[in-house]
């Protein structure tokens, strides 16, 4: 593995969330007994670590393949690689997005990289991917 970058949400994301799911718990418990309380704050506990776990994305790149997520693609058909601010990201993911690019964005991280593809068989014409290291994900892309 020559590259790999795992995005995991940030703590306010996931208080905010566990806020939500708490005060669902309150109103179960306003609404029933201590039982259906208690029984509601487990699963809201166990649904928070869950979330946690499944809002988090993993970018590796290994020399041969890019993969996000389940997402892959060999590198023989990436393009260009452009390196994205804050401002250039919101710009592409919003306003200037192509219906038909690949996403692999979270709202949480604002920098990125976009790559676009070269496989003629392929109607994606680039990823646009989220990432605090895109300076050295893409020396990496560029290189191979």
């Known amino acids: ?4 970058e795992v995005l995991r ?3 306010w994301v996931l208080g905010f969330i ?3 799911l708490l005060s669902l718990v309150i109103a179960l418990w306003a609404a029933f007994d ?3 309380a208690f029984t509601s704050f487990v699963a809201a ?8 776990y499944a809002m988090r994305s993993t970018i590796t790149f290994d020399g041969e393949e890019l ?3 389940r997402a892959h693609i060999e590198s023989k058909y990436l ?3 452009t390196i994205l601010d804050s401002e250039a990201m919101r710009l592409l993911r919003t306003r200037d ?5 690949y996403l692999a964005i979270k709202f949480w991280t604002p920098t990125g990289i976009k790559i676009e593809v070269t496989d003629p068989r392929d109607p994606t014409p680039y990823w646009l991917i989220t990432s605090k290291r895109g300076e050295e994900i893409a020396a990496l892309l560029i290189k191979s």
């Open 67 to 69: 993969r996000i997520d």
């Open 79 to 81: 393009g260009k690689v």
């Open 97 to 101: 997005a192509d219906p038909a690019a």
């Open 9 to 11: 949400p940030p703590i």
């Open 45 to 52: 506990t166990i649904a928070i670590i869950y979330i946690a």
């Open 1 to 4: 593995m020559i590259f790999k």
């Open 18 to 20: 566990y806020f939500l």
């Open 34 to 36: 201590n039982t259906v």
